[in-house]
């Protein structure tokens, strides 16, 4: 075995490595940029090397400053997770010339899967079942355009080095083929360094299962089960499950052999996933293999009761697999959730800040928790928005997704926009939890799932306020418990005390009108009326709100107040009458940048008279493409950006003049 390993990689998964490194024994060596020099992982790590700027590009990509950081602290190998180098063949075959160990597959492998129109041709020769399409070399738009047509739409556009969910466009006529192809190569380029793209036949509402496999290099090659992963959104997993629910034992065991198959035909070795489309009728059809460990791996390891990085180390020290196929069972259900800083409400959009508080449940046997980053710590806006991974396990998928539901409304977040509550609704959702799952379901559950804005419940003002009052009650004297000034009961001379509280969700106003008694308070929000007692303690709230006993968070940051209640997050704004003074915005009705990145294209010019919902620009953010929309029909009076351009968050991006 190794006696020190390099990890080519960083947050959740690099913390993931050291983990199982450290309990065998094996010492690490974190790599980092100038964005994650206070990381959890680099700090973990037995030793760390700085390796450039934050940009990946200037960091994590550059396989010759990783390798020299590998050669002066004599790592054996290096890991490379998942991202950014862990699929290049070149950085794999470079690894072998330097003499250290890649922790993956060879590069022929790599170069065979990574390639995804050259993988269809393989799996094509090992009769691994392939659905309608075009991977071909010639890639001129005209060509592509006869052979969608020829597909039939719904045609789906990928990225051919592509993963991820990136460089992906599903294309439902022949009008909307050129734009979606042209998008799509300008995200493959951007993400990969590689434009081409292939098409293939969309099949509508399939379900995505994967196989996770394993092999060694005495020939030994297994399965580790399945995972389903059809609730995505973007293209991207949201929710993954193993074992896959509802699959009969003769489509799971077909799907089993031909990943094996699949892997055998590239000479595969260490953890792989085979990808397949499953379609309604029962048939499946091969996407893409990825050669490396998923984001999702854990999900496998709690019904398998395996650990699939010791599994990796020990491949690649030149081991066989730890177990035989028929050694390998599996027992319950897991759930994985991928919590993100991102805005569900508003596409899905990443968002960037500081953690001001992070607290998840308890780790049990039931309850994992992957996490990249730590309270205090920033969600930077040069990597992926991945905050931490909570996996839930029981003997039957019904109790492990209740555990997960519990286990998301644990979850307390402060800081920036994420996708707790999204999560929370997902998981509940009644077609979810009846396992009627399909890639669709999100966009198709869209109502429920991104409910109109409610009133807010009075519950929510009552604990906020609650919170004030308990926060900010007068404090005697501690030696003197007779002493008149220790009274808590709001008593005044003409009258009870009373206390105004001013409210603010966005740019509507909530007044709570408070009145001390000796038990406690009577709140008065609007016409209704609360018999209000109870206690505080660190972010818990107890409350007996006439009767009834109620515990929630509240958690404070400057004047935000966000109130986590049985699976929803609210936030209100504690009105203070000098700081709005202060913050008066004397917006000029520019269209401002949602997150940093780069002006990629421009699709209008200052003058232009617009419809509303027209496409402004495009910006690239985290390697992906969000189009600016027009708000209203109007007039552009300027572009503040150009093509190129780089732009903060909330940059002014456009001078518009809407119609009266």
């Not at 991202?83 to 590069?107: D, H, M, Q, T, Y």
């Not at 020769?125 to 399409?133: H, I, N, Q, R």
């Not at 499950?241 to 000479?267: C, F, N, Y």
């Not at 929510?460 to 926060?471: F, Q």
Request: proline share 6%; net charge negative.
């Amino acid at each position: 075995m190794f006696k020190k390993i390099l990890i080519a990689n960083r947050g959740e998964i690099a913390r993931r490595i050291i983990r199982t490194a450290r309990l065998m024994g094996v010492k690490t060596v974190a790599v980092y940029s100038d964005a994650d020099r206070d990381a959890p992982f680099a700090k973990e790590a037995d030793e760390a090397i700085h390796i450039g700027p934050p940009a990946p590009a200037e960091s994590y990509l550059l396989a010759e400053r990783i390798l020299e950081a590998a050669k002066l602290t004599g790592a054996e190998a290096v890991h490379p997770g998942y991202g950014f180098l862990s699929e290049n063949a070149a950085f794999a075959e470079n690894c072998a010339k330097s003499g250290v160990v890649f922790i993956g597959p060879p590069a022929s492998s790599i170069i065979a899967m990574g390639d995804k129109s050259a993988s269809k041709r393989l799996m094509r020769d090992a009769a691994v079942p392939l659905s309608p399409g075009y991977e071909g070399e010639d890639q001129t738009p005209e060509l592509l355009t006869k052979q969608a047509k020829t597909i039939g739409y719904p045609v789906m556009i990928k990225a051919s080095s592509g993963g991820g969910g990136k460089g992906m466009r599903i294309v439902h006529s022949e009008k909307d083929f050129a734009a979606a192809l042209a998008s799509c190569q300008r995200e493959a380029k951007a993400a990969f360094g590689d434009e081409r793209v292939l098409i293939e036949k969309f099949i509508v509402n399939p379900r995505h299962v994967e196989i996770q496999v394993f092999a060694d290099n005495h020939g030994n090659t297994v399965h580790l089960f399945e995972r389903d992963c059809s609730a995505q959104r973007r293209h991207q997993k949201v929710i993954e499950e193993a074992p896959a629910p509802g699959l009969s034992d003769q489509t799971r065991d077909a799907m089993h052999k031909a990943a094996i198959a699949a892997a055998e035909a590239v000479g595969y070795r260490g953890a792989g996933t085979v990808e397949f489309l499953l379609d309604p009728s029962g048939d499946f059809y091969f996407m893409e293999m990825n050669t490396r460990l998923q984001v999702e791996h854990p999900v496998t390891e709690m019904i398998t009761g395996l650990d699939l990085v010791e599994w990796q180390l020990r491949v690649a020290a030149g081991e066989p697999l730890p177990a035989r196929q028929d050694e390998i069972s599996l027992t319950g259900h897991a759930f994985e959730a991928r919590i993100y800083a991102e805005d569900p409400d508003n596409d899905f959009l990443p968002a960037t800040g500081h953690l001001t508080r992070l607290s998840f449940p308890e780790p049990s046997e039931n309850i994992r928790i992957d996490a990249g980053v730590e309270e205090k710590g920033t969600v930077s806006p040069h990597y992926d928005p991945m905050i931490a991974k909570l996996i839930s396990w029981d003997e039957t998928r019904e109790r492990a997704l209740d555990r997960l539901i519990g286990a998301l409304g644990e979850t307390r977040i402060v800081g920036l926009t994420t996708n707790v509550t999204f999560l929370s609704r997902l998981a509940s959702l009644e077609p979810f939890k009846n396992a009627k799952l399909d890639t669709g379901l999100i966009e198709r559950e869209k109502a429920v799932l991104f409910p109109a804005p409610e009133a807010l419940p009075d519950t929510v003002l009552v604990l906020a306020a609650l919170t004030e009052l308990l926060g900010h009650q007068p404090q005697g004297p501690a030696t003197d418990p007779f002493s008149p000034w220790i009274a808590q009961d709001g008593w005044r001379l003409g009258g009870r005390a009373t206390r105004l509280l001013r409210f603010m969700t966005g740019e509507k106003e909530h007044l709570v009108t408070a009145i001390y008694h000796a038990e406690g308070y009577a709140l008065q929000i609007g016409a209704a009326g609360y018999e209000v007692t109870g206690s505080v303690k660190g972010d818990i709230v107890t409350a007996n709100i006439d009767g009834h006993r109620i515990v929630a968070a509240v958690v404070s940051n400057a004047l935000e107040r966000h109130i986590f209640l049985e699976g929803a997050h609210y936030q209100l704004d504690l009105f203070d009458p000098l700081v709005a003074a202060e913050n008066i915005d004397d917006d000029t009705g520019g269209l401002r940048a949602p997150m940093p990145g780069k002006i990629v294209k421009l699709f209008a010019s200052a003058g232009d008279i617009v419809e509303r919902g027209a496409p402004l620009l495009v910006l690239e953010a985290m390697k992906m493409e969000h189009t600016i929309l027009a708000p209203a029909k109007g007039k552009i009076t300027a572009f503040l950006a150009q093509e190129g351009d780089q732009v903060d968050d909330g940059d002014s991006l456009v001078e518009f003049e809407a119609e009266e």
